[in-house]
């Protein structure tokens, strides 16, 4: 078994490596010609520098704002607000989901909370929570955390509420019920789901803490943003904006590997 | 009305005791008679096979006595194992999904010893002893998707004697499997049984596989449904391929086939299997 196991991952990973090696350069491609085409455009005066500056100045900046100190101070400020309130309120979220599927009572209490706030664009809470809380951290935080809550809770219910009537039973006539229901089977069947949540969750959070810190913050990515456009510092823009793009496809993508890694035992097509 | 009754039955043979038997389902004016005035009586040790059509309420009947669901009426007796109190009374082998994919074969075995608290070297000691009795060595680490059907329900019958009840229930395990996986399996079941000495209820719609492994076969009519006739299976033990081409075990098939021609004949149009 063990060969025949090994052969089997060894071609998995062959067939990985090759479809990674040839989609990587055609994903790399377009970016690059793009890429190439804005710098040059912005060098032969095609291109409106002070709304497109070259990548080139750009770089330039972020090596300065790097050199200073305050690329990495901000972005640690979005990621000190970004990190505990989406850990927490994903913990939460899964909590909720969970007990949900487990106890169709819970569900009926809970759902129409849920539901009826989970379309609710979580901006518009903004000003009801900087009111409760004040004009602070713990106010972005909040705003950020209900909005990542409902999306895992709504992800994980749905996992939850389809474990397969048969592995409840199997695990019921095998002595399980209450929390081990919920630990051994309820949690694992609804992993694959629980995940999406998370990696959909992650990427709403890099939306919205944008717009948290436009609003009314000195520090973060998003009040660089918001500050460079007033001050019409055009290149710091730029950068926070790409810091921004590359932390969410970094954070997003890391989501996603521990996901799949936790799934191993689903069959892949 | 309560799942299972432990205590002595009347004869003390009887490792399980059933009478007046009644399950119905729904309310009202659709009320339906699953079962009714159902009796049976397995020694210790017997295997007894649980033959009928589609839809007679067979599956319905093993869920009763493993406590999964309710009955309306009569008594489950099961006697307690005489040696180790913690055994479950019951444990079923099901027919699909009853393995867990997030589970390790080995974790799968283990999984009722793990739910009965054992601690974790010594259920999976046992596990690994079960792992071999099926033939499964080599696969403890491996996950269920990795597994042909056949090796699956090795797994779910490897967990079941390893939680070692008074009484296995199994709900079709081979229903799903073609022919010749089916006989192979049907061996290695009976094997596995010889060394354990246990009392098995073996609900099947194939009467070739009632008489490969039964001692006695239950033959059960359409809703409502009851046992119609109890026939022994008196068929040397080993049984291998050759036993199936016994003039007692041609007779005996063309028995029960008769028996159940009449079944299959009322229970029609075929319902869903429950």
Known sequence: MSTEQGSRWSSVRDYLDETNERDLALNLLLPFVILVGWEIGAWAGLINTQFFPAPSAILGVAGQMLADGSLVHNTLVSLGRIIPAFVVASAFGIVTGLLMGWSSRIDTIIDPIVSALYPLPKVVLLPIIFLIFGLNDLSRMVALGAAVYLLVTINTVGGARQVEEAYLEAARDNGASGYRMIREVIFPASLPHIFSGLSLAMGISFILIVVVEMVAAQSGLGYIIWNSWNLFTIKKMYVAVITINVLGIVFTYGIEAVGSYLTRWQERI | MSLQEIGESRNSTDRITIENLRKVYGSGDRQVVAIEDFELHVPDN????????????????????????????????????????????????????????????????????????????????????????????????????????????????????????????????????????????????????????????????????????????????????????????DLPRPRTKETRTLDEFVQLRNRVWDVLAEEFARSAPPGEDT
């Open chain 2, 46 to 233: 017997e295997f007894f096979c649980l033959l009928g059509p589609s839809g007679c309420g067979k599956s319905t009947f093993l869920r009763i006595v493993s406590g999964l669901i309710d009955h309306e009426g009569g008594t489950i007796t099961i006697r307690e194992s005489d040696t180790a109190s913690d055994r479950p009374l019951t444990n079923m082998v099901f027919q699909e999904h009853g393995i867990f994919p997030w589970m390790s074969v080995l974790d799968n075995i283990a999984f009722g010893l793990k739910m009965r608290g054992v601690p974790k070297r010594e259920r999976y000691d046992i596990a690994r002893t079960y792992l071999k009795k099926v033939n499964l060595s080599g696969f403890e680490s491996a996950y269920p998707h990795q597994l042909s059907g056949g090796m699956k329900q090795r797994v779910g019958i490897a967990r079941a004697f390893a939680n070692d009840p008074a009484i296995l229930l199994m709900d079709e395990p081979f229903g799903a499997l073609d022919a010749q996986t089916k006989e192979q399996l049907q061996e290695e079941l009976l094997e596995v049984w010889t060394d354990a000495e246990k009392t098995a209820i073996y609900v099947t719609h194939d009467i070739e596989e009632a008489l490969m492994l039964g001692d006695r076969m239950g033959i059960m009519t359409a809703r409502p449904g009851t046992i119609k006739e109890i026939i022994d299976i």
